[in-house]
């Protein structure tokens, strides 16, 4: 890509928007999504060999914020009253942020990449530079809080276990990989 500002001006360019909707997701509140947004932007073009491409940048920045918000140790802001209006996702649906801050952070970064990204346990413990293990731990005790806890949501635990993709396929032509 040539530079880390040219890895970081393609990753907020291309993907910022994405990025802080993936944050406040993780967070539930703005002011802290945007931090974590941030901390991952330093993160991910900040430090060690820079990035092939634009793509290769956004992956390795999504990572960085996966990995801060299940590492992070700052308390969580207190959640925040919306309006019956903007709560729900669409109308008739329940609000997915209000539901996930039910959960540990661990088990919070878990089920958004099993259920948002689509991934299996596998592909999250790369993700996240963790055991596997863990994060079958983490998917079976947050799918099972959740399902207790808010049953409108029809979350199938086994189902947050065993699915899933393992890995992502890419295909490039005309490109080194």
């Not at 990025?19 to 931090?35: I, K, P, S």
């Not at 709560?87 to 942020?97: I, K, N, S, V, Y």
């Amino acid at each position: 890509m040539g530079s880390r500002s040219d890895a970081l001006r393609a990753v907020t360019r291309g993907h910022g928007v994405d990025l802080l909707a993936r944050a406040r997701l993780l967070t539930g509140d703005d002011a802290a999504a945007g931090l974590l947004v941030e901390r991952a932007l330093a993160q991910g073009t900040g430090r060690g060999h820079v990035a092939e491409s634009p793509d290769d940048a956004t992956a390795e920045v999504r990572r960085a914020l996966h990995r801060a918000f299940r590492r992070s140790k700052e308390p969580e802001p207190p959640l925040v009253e919306r309006p019956a209006a903007e709560g729900a996702d669409a109308p008739g649906e329940p609000d997915l942020r209000e539901a996930l801050r039910l959960l540990s952070r661990r088990e919070r970064v878990a089920l958004v990449l099993r259920y948002v990204d689509g991934m299996a346990a596998t592909a999250i413990a790369v993700e996240l530079d963790v055991s596997v293990k863990a994060v079958l731990a983490d998917l079976r005790s947050g799918a099972s809080r959740l399902a207790a806890e808010r049953p409108d949501l029809h979350v199938d635990v086994e189902d947050a276990v065993e699915g899933g993709v393992e890995e992502e396929l890419t295909v490039a032509f005309g490109a080194r990989r």
